[in-house]
T-cell receptor, first 112, second 110 residues
């Protein structure tokens, strides 16, 4: 079955540590996205990529980094510069930029 | 700025009908999407409206009025499994990033 796989489901970060969230899709979609979800707030865009080897900052990119070396993969690194990283992180993809989104099942990141 | 409003929480009874409203103020409009998200899971696509009117898909319908900046999602014959959050998202212009509302958490009671 085609879809988007995020891992891990739960992740804990120690102070000063960088952590990487994995996102893999086998839908052959060109565009991929990372969103952050906090209680009572809408999804906020962190980074997005329209094509391999290209990505753009979203609305809240500070403290995060991404890479897009393969079409299928769009990992997100939460760096130590992100002072409030506790949130639910959702990866998504679409055929082309800002078409209907297909989401992964999310990663809950918490700070120890 | 870009702003989307939805009620935070709603409660309804199994078998009933519920309407979830979404109002938006965005720099442009090129489509409105509704997604369903069960707790701790992936949002899944429900409907897409770009022209005024009602789109019906089984038990779910979505309505759009562009002149009023307003949409609603109508759920009929509610089932327990419909307990979830419902996300409204607007695409201001083609190719522009989506703006998401805060989501409405619906609880269906027996």
């Amino acid at each position: 079955d085609g879809g988007i796989t995020q891992s891990p489901k739960y992740l804990f970060r120690k102070e000063g540590q960088n952590v990487t969230l994995s996102c893999e899709q086998n839908l052959n979609h060109d565009a991929m996205y990372w969103y952050r979800q906090d209680p009572g707030q809408g999804l906020r865009l962190i980074y997005y990529s329209q094509i391999v080897n290209d990505f753009q900052k979203g609305d809240i990119a500070e403290g995060y980094s991404v890479s897009r070396e393969k079409k299928e993969s769009f990992p997100l690194t939460v760096t130590s510069a992100q002072k409030n990283p506790t949130a639910f992180y959702l990866c998504a993809s679409s055929w082309q930029i800002n078409e209907k989104l297909f989401f992964g099942s999310g990663t809950q990141l918490s700070v120890l | 700025g870009q702003n989307i409003d939805q009620p935070t929480e709603m409660t309804a009874t199994e078998g009933a009908i519920v309407q979830i409203n979404c109002t938006y103020q965005t720099s442009g409009f090129n489509g409105l999407f509704w997604y369903q998200q069960h707790a701790g899971e992936a949002p899944t696509f429900l409907s897409y409206n770009v022209l005024d009117g009602l789109e019906e898909k089984g038990r779910f319908s979505s309505f759009l009025s562009r002149s009023k900046g307003y949409s609603y999602l109508l759920l009929k014959e509610l089932q327990m499994k419909d307990s979830a959050s419902y996300l409204c998202a607007v695409r201001p212009n083609y190719g522009q990033n989506f703006v998401f509302g805060p989501g409405t958490r619906l609880s269906v009671l027996p």
